[in-house]
């Protein structure tokens, strides 16, 4: 099937912890984004990327890094500079429109 | 100003009747407008998208984009129950280089 996959579905973060999000596309999309949302929030944009080797920070990338080795990967680190990580994370690859994952909820124990 | 602008709501309206959704943007470069749905606990779907001036319809679903007044909305003719989800306006904003940016977004409740 095509489309996107995030992995996990749930994640708990101790602090001082760096987690690692997983996003995978078979859609054979250039572009990939990261957004967060928050309870009641539209979707805030973290980083995105328009090509392999290439990406640009987004309105919030204080506390997350990517990066993008291969057209099909785009991996999301929260890091432990980030201070209020719990939300949930979306990643989307695009192409006539944004095709989203499932969703990552990240929590912080 | 923020880049993409949409009221909160929530909108209420009973089953059969016509929802209105609107959205304004700032970027006069915009060449690219999406509304997405978004179930509680769900990641959002596309429902449409435009990119001239004027009308687009698809099943109960139109969408109306007007570049000069910076301003696309999404009706959704005789609502359904199921139609009760949070609607999310999207702009491609940018050239080559081009991100998506979203609105708030605007939740819908149908009333059977």
């Known amino acids: 099937d095509g489309g996107i996959t995030q992995s996990p579905k749930y994640l708990f973060r101790k602090e001082g912890q760096n987690v690692t999000l997983s996003c995978e596309q078979n859609?054979?999309?250039?572009?990939m984004y990261w957004y967060r949302q928050d309870p009641g929030q539209g979707l805030r944009l973290i980083y995105y990327?328009?090509?392999?080797?290439?990406?640009q920070k987004g309105d919030i990338a204080e506390g997350y890094s990517v990066s993008r080795e291969k057209k099909e990967s785009f991996p999301l680190t929260v890091t432990s500079a980030q201070k209020n990580p719990t939300a949930f994370y979306l990643c989307?690859?695009?192409?006539?429109?944004?095709?989203f994952g499932q969703g990552t909820r990240l929590t912080v124990v | 100003q923020k880049e993409v602008e949409q009221n909160s709501g929530p909108l209420s309206v009973p089953e059969g009747a016509i929802a209105s959704l609107n959205c304004t943007y700032s970027?006069?470069?915009?060449?690219?407008f999406f509304w997405y749905r978004q179930y509680s606990g769900k990641s959002p779907e596309l429902i449409m998208f435009?990119?001239?001036?004027g009308d687009k319809e698809d099943g109960r679903f139109t969408a109306q984009l007007n570049k000069a007044s910076q301003y696309v909305s999404l009706l959704i003719r005789d609502s359904q129950p199921s139609d009760s989800a949070t609607y999310l306006c999207?702009?491609?904003?940018?050239?080559?280089?081009?991100?998506?940016?979203f609105g708030k977004g605007t939740l819908l409740t149908v009333n059977p």
């Open positions: 989307a690859s695009m192409g006539r429109g944004a095709f």
């Open positions: 999207a702009v491609k904003i940018g050239g080559s280089n081009y991100k998506l940016t």
């Open positions: 970027d006069r470069g915009s060449q690219s």
């Open positions: 990327s328009q090509i392999v080797n290439d990406f």
């Open positions: 859609l054979n999309h250039d572009a």
């Open positions: 435009i990119y001239s001036n």
